[in-house]
């Protein structure tokens, strides 16, 4: 057999107090750690358990011994290559004269707060139980000493309870662009409509090719009203009371599965519909090089997705109803408590910023999709009990309780995945500070979306099926047979424009204010806090940011955010 198959090498480091032996080489379970104290000697080796045994340095005829030493700053450290004696199996450790140390312990490695704990003089026990007592009740202690520890421990529990009130602002500025959003659809789309065929009428040799004299936004709004309309004219056949009974017979636990189901539903079709709106948008724009079949084809899918997300709406407003109105609220307790289940499957996993903002975009689009459904429910319920206002007072502690466990749970789940993953606090700073900048670049002069395209994108919000939903149930709920009904319709329209200016004044005019903010901080920071602290490239690349669009045939305009 090959002596150099049972070779091992140990290493001894000597410090100021202890001197460590460790082997090197093989065989690969003789890689230990061997902690040696002043008290040891060159003349007693002991015996290690589980270490092969030492011999005490007979028969050096059969043996090979080298040494190896070299000078450290905190002592020596000595090489010795120990061989095995084919007769007997037996290891030899022959230790430099250099090493002081008398016990040779086999422990693993120990912290220095450990070494520093040991190295303490050990003081007497208790001479009885008298003594244990009054020790115990008069001994002190001095958290100075760790101060360090401490200030790491007090800074998670102030960004711990920091998170919630940053992550509120941020809800609130993407609550807001989505009402900002959901609003235009009955707002300004109508006006603007208005005026694309007034411009047509003003121009009757257009009527016969008028996608050659409109722009590539006006077309885009046509379309988009044809969705409307025909996914209104579909939804009219829709029976909704019929469906409210029948979700209503079935058992609680399978509206438990349903409601579910249509959550998980509502969001394949959100996101998938997306890329279909896409789709038909951008062949509307560039119709001149596409065939009349290929934008056909589009529209008709368009069609489908808002008539089929628009149907899945409608069965959980329905889901929702039954649950406010059962008599035992056994349905709205489980959907209470389905919250406080998201908290399992989102608190103990690994996020990147990324992740947590998709993450936070996506609590923002459900937060504003559930006040929505329960606008529903409310006008439904009004409506079959003849708008009493005691009955809506009674629906008030529900709908509360329903709001409030949302936002609870929200912040409980921020809170925890930033603690877990180490964020800091000032990441929801920059996710608002990425939403502003949205608002700001669609609305420059070169912009290559709306407004509302631009908050899909990026929240995954897509109004047009809420918009139809919310249009058939107020069209079933009031009817105008009368001048004082068409009156009262205006003055809603008027009260709605009203509500997406003020609205729309305000979410610009922070998101300048909060692109200047971001941009005069990191034009105060260096050079390297400014490449630390500044938005990632990622967020800004993220799944809900993509864009189509021609580039542009001249340089843009600085950005908000980095003034570049």
Known sequence: MDESANQAEYVVEASDNTTTLTAVGEPDDLHRSLRQRKDYTNDNVP???????????????????SERSTLKSSGSLVRDSVTSNQHTGDFKADISAKSTARDLDFTDTIPSTADATLDSPIEEKPSGFASYLWSELSRGYEPDENEAVYNVKRER??????????????????????????????????LRLMVVILRLISRPWTLCMPYCYLSASQRCDIVKGILIAMACLLMH????????????????????????????????????????????????????RQSH???????????????????????????????????QKALLTILISNNAVELKGSVFKKFEKTNLFQMSCSDVRERFHMQILIFIVCVRNMTDFAWDIEKFLELIPDILVFTLSEVVVDATK?????????????????????????VITSRKKNAFSDVSDQVSRRLGLIPLPLACLLIKIVSQCFKIHSPLALVNTILGFLCLFGAKLVIGVLVYGWAVDYCNDYRDEQTKLSKRQRHKSCIDKDLLKCENNYHWHKK??????????TGT
């Open 47 to 65: 015996f290690v358990t589980g270490m092969p045994q030492f011999c005490d340095g007979s028969d050096n005829s059969s043996r090979e011994t």
């Open 237 to 288: 056949y829709v029976d909704a009371s019929r469906v409210y009974h029948v979700i209503r017979g079935q058992a609680t636990i399978k509206l438990y599965i349903l409601f579910n189901l249509l959550e998980v539903g509502d969001r394949l079709l959100s996101s998938f519909g997306q890329d279909i709106l896409d789709a038909l948008m951008w062949t509307v724009a560039d119709s001149k």
């Open 293 to 327: 079949g290929i934008l056909l084809l589009h529209l008709v899918t368009g069609v489908v997705y808002v008539f089929l997300h628009s149907m899945l709406v409608l069965l959980q407003a329905s889901a929702l109803n039954v649950a406010f109105n059962s008599h």
């Open 552 to 561: 542009p045939a001249y340089n843009p305009a600085p950005s908000p955010m």
């Open 157 to 190: 529990v102030s960004a711990f309870l920091r998170i919630p009130k940053e992550c509120e602002k941020f809800m609130l500025y993407g609550f807001l662009q989505c009402v900002d959003s959901f609003l235009f659809i009955f707002t300004f789309l109508p």
């Open 414 to 438: 921020h809170a925890f995945i930033t603690k877990f993953n180490n964020i800091p606090s000032a990441v929801y700073h920059e996710y608002t500070v990425l939403l502003a900048n949205d």
